[in-house]
Structure formats: C-alpha cells, structure tokens
C-alpha cells in the first residue's frame, strides 16, 4: 500500500459519499431504492420486518491499536446482523452512519468501507443508506440493519416454556480470550517497545476482530421446520444472556458445565494465562453465537448438527438460574459471570 495520504476534506461530504459508495450493489429484490436520493425505498412484499441498531465508538467498544480498518467494517455489519438472526429473521438491508475525526484519511475510510462491503456480500445484504460527519476525536460507527421474516414467525425472548431445552450455537469465550492476549501486547509494547507476539493464537484473535453471525442456524431452522419458542444472540457473555431469557420468560434454569461448548485452542489458552474457561465462555462478551430455547419435542432434529449443543433446561421461576459444575456442585447463575471457586481444571 502506498503511503500517500488523501485528506477527506479535498472531497467534501458528498463527494465523500459518492467516492464510498461508488461501487455500491443491490442484492434483494425488496431494496426498491437505495443510496443516493433524500431517503431508501424499500418494499418486502408481505413480510414483516425487523430493525435493530447498534453504536460502535472508538476507545470504548474498539480499540485502532489492534483493530484493522476493514475488521471493524466487516465486524459493524456482522454484530447488527446478529441481531437480526437472533429474531429468526433474515436482513436485507443496512444503513451505516460514521462521525470521524481528521487523522482519518481517505484511505483509512476505503479500508473501513471494503469490510462493510464484504459484509454485506457474505451476508446478502443491502447497503441502502446513512450519514457521515466529523467528531471531534476518533471513530463513530452506527449501523441499522433491516430483516424480514414470515408473519409471525420471529422470536423473541420472552417466550420460552418451563422443561425446554437450553441450546446454543459454536463455542464460546473464544472472543473474551482474543481481547485478553492483544490488550496483554499492546500493553507490552506500551512499556517496552516490544513486537507483539500472539503466539499463534489465530482462532481466539479471529473470534474477536472477525466475527461471524449465525446464518447458518437460523437457515437450519428453516430446513428443518424448527421454531425455537425464545432466542437471543451472545454478545454479553452466556451467564447475562440466559438470564434475560430468564427474566422475560419468568423462567428459571439449569446450564451444565460440561455440556458448554469451549473451541480446544481457547481452552488451551485459558489455562496458559490461568483462566478459567468456563469463566471465559459465561462472563466473556462478543461472541455472536445464538442462544435458543426448544421444545424437548425438537432435540431428534438437532442432535446431528454438531453446531449446536443443549446446555441445559428451563425451570419454574422459584427454582432459580444454576450452574451444576464437573464436579457435580450447584451454583447460581449470576450475570457479571461465575466464580468458579478456584477448581483446579478438570
């Protein structure tokens, strides 16, 4: 990459969006009009539609030091996405709103926007809209995406019945993990100078800078005629995500320790920096894997996904939110995550 640098203003703001933009594809049908009028145009043809939006600010939710340009693009569309599965629902169109200050050049923005665009390509989706403006200090992101689903066929959290299965998607605390080893590095090469050294841990640094969301559960679901009666998708650690179902559902619940699925390279790693890797996968956050409640009638059609696991199950509210460890030991569920009594690993 050459080291020439392109100050924004040389563009001025529209310029600056027709330049981003320039090269911006419709994949759905629904999208009727998208970038470039006062307003997008969108129409699903019967479907009912679903909206979520999440902010992203620098220093608080990403940290440039460690963060690619494009990572943090592909990553604003992928965490709405989530969002969207974890509705049951499939999106179609997003809008990307950016506040950004003056050391951002234009090719930092081409950078950013090239994951955008490898987003919404893998996922389908439509960029149809959004602002852009400058901050006074460092990098704004907010996205808006947009999902159709079948009439009343979208899921929310409030619905899960006493005895169904508690099941997620993937592994988990992979991403908690991956944050952990690259703020150990920056803070190493704050002190010392030193390069980083990520020792090999492709996977966990992966499950944090380049997320994926569940597209493939949700089309499962479809495939095999699943309605999972609650959902929600785990971007705060698994403890603070059961406990919403929970709470929503006026619902309480049994995980087991031994059935929470851990990718052996995080699990590894947890114990290299003496953590514990349930501790990991209940209080760590961004993992963006589905977690679902399903009639115990359902377990024959998941059983063969190896994607998925059953956790556990849902209870009467009175019996409280626990988590049964190895050893057999029962210990409430609380949200700020679980202490795991200093167990040696198993």
């Given at each position: 990459?050459?080291?020439?640098?392109?100050?924004?203003?040389?563009?001025?703001?529209?310029?600056?969006?027709?330049?981003?933009?320039?090269?911006?594809?419709?994949?759905?049908?629904?999208?009727?009009?998208?970038?470039?009028?006062?307003?997008?145009?969108?129409?699903?043809?019967?479907?009912?539609?679903?909206?979520?939006?999440?902010?992203?600010?620098?220093?608080?939710?990403?940290?440039?030091?460690?963060?690619?340009?494009?990572?943090?693009?592909?990553?604003?569309?992928?965490?709405?996405?989530?969002?969207?599965?974890?509705?049951?629902?499939?999106?179609?169109?997003?809008?990307?709103?950016?506040?950004?200050?003056?050391?951002?050049?234009?090719?930092?923005?081409?950078?950013?926007?090239?994951?955008?665009?490898?987003?919404?390509?893998?996922?389908?989706?439509?960029?149809?809209?959004?602002?852009?403006?400058?901050?006074?200090?460092?990098?704004?992101?907010?996205?808006?995406?947009?999902?159709?689903?079948?009439?009343?066929?979208?899921?929310?959290?409030?619905?899960?019945?006493?005895?169904?299965?508690?099941?997620?998607?993937?592994?988990?605390?992979?991403?908690?993990?991956?944050?952990?080893?690259?703020?150990?590095?920056?803070?190493?090469?704050?002190?010392?100078?030193?390069?980083?050294?990520?020792?090999?841990?492709?996977?966990?640094?992966?499950?944090?800078?380049?997320?994926?969301?569940r597209k493939d559960i949700v089309e499962f679901f479809a495939e095999k005629g699943i309605m999972p009666t609650a959902m929600i998708d785990v971007s705060d650690g698994l403890s603070s995500e059961t406990l919403h179902i929970c709470k929503q559902?006026?619902?309480?619940?049994?995980?087991?320790?031994?059935?929470?699925?851990?990718?052996?390279?995080?699990?590894?790693?947890?114990?290299?920096?003496?953590?514990?890797?349930?501790?990991?996968?209940?209080?760590?956050?961004?993992?963006?894997?589905?977690?679902?409640?399903?009639?115990?009638?359902?377990?024959?059609?998941?059983?063969?996904?190896?994607?998925?696991?059953?956790?556990?199950?849902?209870?009467?509210?009175?019996?409280?939110?626990?988590?049964?460890?190895?050893?057999?030991?029962?210990?409430?569920?609380?949200?700020?995550?679980?202490?795991?009594?200093?167990?040696?690993?198993?």
């Amino acid at each position: 990459m050459s080291n020439d640098r392109t100050e924004i203003n040389a563009l001025g703001e529209f310029g600056l969006i027709d330049h981003l933009t320039q090269n911006n594809e419709t994949r759905n049908a629904s999208t009727v009009l998208s970038v470039g009028d006062d307003a997008a145009v969108l129409d699903h043809f019967g479907k009912q539609i679903v909206v979520t939006t999440d902010m992203l600010i620098e220093g608080i939710h990403f940290d440039l030091m460690y963060t690619p340009l494009k990572h943090l693009g592909y990553k604003s569309v992928v965490a709405n996405l989530s969002d969207v599965y974890a509705m049951n629902a499939t999106p179609t169109q997003i809008t990307l709103s950016i506040a950004f200050s003056n050391r951002f050049s234009l090719e930092a923005m081409d950078e950013f926007y090239e994951g955008v665009y490898a987003a919404c390509e893998r996922y389908g989706v439509d960029l149809v809209g959004g602002d852009t403006t400058s901050s006074q200090k460092g990098f704004v992101i907010s996205v808006t995406a947009i999902g159709e689903v079948t009439p009343d066929t979208f899921v929310k959290r409030s619905s899960a019945k006493k005895g169904d299965l508690l099941c997620v998607s993937g592994f988990l605390g992979g991403a908690f993990l991956g944050l952990t080893i690259l703020e150990r590095e920056k803070r190493i090469f704050a002190e010392t100078g030193a390069q980083p050294d990520l020792e090999n841990q492709a996977y966990i640094v992966g499950r944090l800078l380049k997320p994926e969301a569940r597209k493939d559960i949700v089309e499962f679901f479809a495939e095999k005629g699943i309605m999972p009666t609650a959902m929600i998708d785990v971007s705060d650690g698994l403890s603070s995500e059961t406990l919403h179902i929970c709470k929503q559902s006026n619902l309480g619940c049994v995980i087991y320790e031994d059935k929470i699925p851990i990718h052996e390279d995080a699990r590894q790693f947890a114990y290299t920096l003496e953590l514990d890797p349930t501790a990991c996968a209940l209080s760590g956050g961004e993992d963006y894997e589905l977690l679902f409640t399903l009639s115990q009638t359902d377990y024959d059609k998941i059983v063969l996904n190896e994607q998925i696991s059953v956790i556990g199950y849902m209870t009467e509210a009175e019996e409280g939110t626990h988590i049964i460890t190895r050893g057999g030991n029962k210990h409430q569920l609380v949200a700020q995550g679980w202490n795991h009594m200093n167990q040696p690993p198993q």
